[in-house]
């Protein structure tokens, strides 16, 4: 099984492959799911925040 952090980030990537204007949902999702992880524990959302920077994505 792969780590979330893993499948994320092969996500992201993908989605950041998209034409701009296709791209927001997507990004919007990926915040969402970034706050709501907040309670999960396990460094979920520290590294879901870390991933979202290296796209220029902040929280």
């Given at each position: 099984?792969?780590?979330?952090?893993i499948l994320y980030a092969?996500?992201?990537?993908?989605v950041w492959?998209?034409?701009?204007?296709?791209?927001?949902?997507?990004?919007d999702r990926?915040?969402?799911v970034c706050n709501k992880s907040e309670n999960?524990?396990?460094g979920v959302r520290d590294d879901m925040v870390m991933?979202?920077?290296e796209?220029?994505?902040n929280d």
């Open positions: 099984m792969k780590k979330p952090k092969q996500a992201l990537k993908y492959e998209l034409p701009e204007s296709k791209r927001k949902i997507y990004v990926f915040l969402d999960v524990g396990w991933l979202l920077a796209y220029g994505l």
